[in-house]
Nanobody
Framework: QLQASGGGLVQAGGSLRLSCAASGRTFRTYNMAWFRQAPGKEREFVAA????????SITDSAKGRFTISRDNAKNTVNLQMNSLKPEDTAVYYCAASSTVYRSSRSGNYEHWGQGTLVTVSS
């Protein structure tokens, strides 16, 4: 089970840190990712981190602004978002896959958090 938190309202240029807490003993075996879905748009891949934390990937539109990290001892994965833009406004979801890393296909992820809303005002 995944529980996402940390969303909120922030002005353009501001920062937010999203967290995803996982239950269970097998968290450290899962590759993790963040997706987002803006109103009227399809869910899109944002960032991924492999099971060990040794490899990360950020979508092009967020490179240099977003950082993904994980703490396997605490069963958490985080998304640090800096220099936020109004176009970053969306519901952000964390997801877990036992088989793939850095996949942009939602269907490759077995577990999903409930989503946390990020609103960036201009």
């Amino acid at each position: 089970q995944l529980q996402a938190s940390g969303g909120g309202l922030v002005q353009a240029g501001g920062s937010l840190r999203l967290s995803c807490a996982a239950s269970g003993r097998t968290f450290r075996t899962y590759n993790m990712a963040w997706f987002r879905q803006a109103p009227g748009k399809e869910r899109e891949f944002v960032a991924a981190i492999n099971w060990s934390g040794g490899s990360t990937s950020i979508t092009d539109s967020a490179k240099g602004r977003f950082t993904i990290s994980r703490d396997n001892a605490k069963n958490t994965v985080n998304l640090q978002m800096n220099s936020l833009k109004p176009e970053d406004t969306a519901v952000y979801y964390c997801a877990a896959s036992s088989t793939v890393y850095r996949s942009s296909r939602s269907g490759n992820y077995e577990h999903w958090g409930q989503g946390t809303l990020v609103t960036v005002s201009s």
